[in-house]
């Protein structure tokens, strides 16, 4: 008898839930060294000495809307839950034990290391947030509604330490950018400042590097946890929105980079594209005002025909940019939108059968996408879609940005070093207009 596609569907979710639920959570180690530093002839990971810095930590700035942690045996400062207000502070990652620069800048570039570089998380300090949501408000006789002043005054506050925070930063850092990280499903606190100081570390500690951890769940039964980070997702495109803001307009910020993955890719474009249709309607040029450089998204856990829209539902509103000269499209970032994209990631097999989904963006190989769709895209300007098809390099190919040293090297040099596709430090191979490849490697 003929198997359903229905039967290998449920049968595929099940193992692929069972998979997830199994895996163990081992130490976390610093990603491997991307070829681009590897020796013997790699470039410096740092750029300058940085003995003066002290502490080998990674210091990051975070930004949160998770609830405080209520779990009596966790020892994370935020857990699972929603709060009804964006914090935000400060965290150090520590990597190794006694580790001095030398040995750390010696293991950095190496493709096979000597030493464990263990990451863990050290002191973590909560330096302000905001009033809770939503605003008190006041009536006054006339029946007009205002915000309450008192509320303004905390929000006020709060921004300024903020702003303060950030170019308190900046001056200290070689480049006045700040570099925004966003994670996915089942991720903790921890685990996104990991990422991050991953990312952070091999960009040559150069940029502020902050990022913004939202109440994903990663505990429970899977399917209900997913389910329960979805809407989770949601609650906080808000709150990411107000920050990507106020790190575009805090003093001494040239330049914004986002990055994101998995889940946290549908947070960020829902975010990025509330921020673009707010500008617009006030006949603000977005690349202009918002100072995003790229936008980076790997593994994005999105339906091809929902992401499609979030890039692009704005030149199909031509109402909404009526007061731009002869209707121009306005210029959204000053780089690149730049998508990963791998159909080995076995972790969104889950998401595209709940979803029943056609497609992720995340899972999309380079004969799936449509030739008059990548000359649109093509027309659309600063677009690219990059397919990793190689080996898996964690337990469900789904972290390749960072576990592969091939993806992470193309990653650093588009953000660190400003490379475009094509040039001899990003030489993958060109599919389509919009379209490249990773070479196979040899072994």
Sequence with gaps: MPVSRRYVELTSLTVAVLLLGACASAPRQLMPTPVLYQQPGGEPVFAEPREALGSTDIDLLFITDRGAETDPESTLPYGQGREDRI????????????????????????????????LSLA???????????????????????????????????????????????????????????????????????FTTADLCHFLGRESVCAFFTWPASSTGNFLTSYTTTTESADYAVNHLKKVIRMLARAPGVERVQLLAHSRGTALMLDAVRELMLETIAAGQEPSEVLNIDNLVLFSPDIDVDVGAQAITSYVSDPDLISVWPSRRLPRSISGYLTVYSSPEDRALLVSRILFRSRNRVGNLR??????????????????????????????????????????????????????????????????????????????
């Design 366 to 443: 380079a004969d799936s996408i449509k030739p008059e769709v990548q000359d649109y895209l093509k027309r659309f300007g600063r677009f690219n879609i990059i397919i990793y098809e190689g080996e898996r390099t964690d337990a469900f190919g789904h972290s390749y940005f960072t576990t592969n040293p091939q993806v992470s090297a193309d990653v650093i040099a588009l953000l660190r070093y400003g490379k475009a596709l094509g040039d001899p430090a990003r030489e993958l191979i060109q599919k389509g207009p919009v379209v490249w490849e990773f070479p196979e490697v040899a072994r």
């Design 87 to 118: 914090k935000f502070g400060t965290t150090r990652v520590s990597i190794g034990e006694d580790l001095t620069w030398d040995a750390l800048d010696r293991e950095s570039r190496l493709a096979e290391r000597t030493r464990e570089l263990e």
């Design 123 to 193: 002191r973590t300090q909560e330096l302000g947030g905001f009033p809770a949501e939503p605003y008190d408000v006041v009536r006054d006789a006339a029946g007009n509604v205002y915000r309450d002043p008192e509320v303004l005054r905390e929000h006020d506050q709060a921004k300024r330490q903020f702003e303060q925070e950030v170019a308190r930063r900046i001056a200290a850092s070689p480049r006045n950018e700040v570099i925004l990280y966003v994670h996915g499903f089942n991720e903790t606190f921890e685990s996104a400042a």
